[in-house]
């Protein structure tokens, strides 16, 4: 049988950093294949606002405003999740924070635990909120959103790519733990995106000044993928999404 690759009717995603960029695109994506979304971010203003754009379009969304840095606002999430929809089948955990080019003598220790915290723990803690109600119904689609910089260091983004490296460990092991339970946990490692966190933290004008650049709706298709019943067979990987900013291209 050959199985829709976008349709997400019946399943509810949580899209954590869901208020702009990759989380907002995924959000959306998800909203127009069926899926009731749970949007989460640090904003109200914008997660109201992407949460209305979702329901203006024809999908099931609610909006909640949390801080994946706090353990009590992760706890909260997953409440209201709970509350809201019996649970959650799929989980992207999107939310990161992209720190400007610091070397490891100048990094302010608060700064690399904010980083850390948001990007790799907060995932964590969201993850094992979530993952014992996917383990009593058989089913659940777990999604990492890493980064090629995940794949080796760079000069000043030590924080980053530590987390984004910590990410696709967890991948891979997640995926061990729970593959005999019905759940797929994948990574997708973005090459360079044009996002508003990215052109900050690069100090760059986007598509108009590098073409190369991925639109977060690209990303967002390879998410949509992974979360359909169509990815059944991919579990334990870390997707390569380079675009045409692929080094074999150069």
Known sequence: MIRSMTSLNGKTALVTGSSKGIGKAIAI????????VITTGRTSQEIEKLTNFIVNSGGTAIGVVADLGIESEINRLAETAEQEFNGVDILVNNAAIIHPRITVKDFDPELWRDVLNVNLTGSFLITQKLIHG????????IINISSIGGRKGAYGRSAYRVTKSGLISFTESLAAEVYEHGINVNAICPGGTDTEGYRSAFNTKGRS????????????????????????????TAIDSFGGSNPIFN
């Open 29 to 36: 994506a998800f909203g127009a294949a069926g899926a009731n």
């Open 134 to 141: 996917m383990l009593e119904r058989g089913y659940g689609k």
């Open 209 to 236: 000044e590098n073409p190369t650049l991925m639109d977060p709706e690209e990303i967002a298709q390879v998410a949509l993928f992974l979360a359909s019943d169509a990815s059944s067979a991919i579990t334990g």
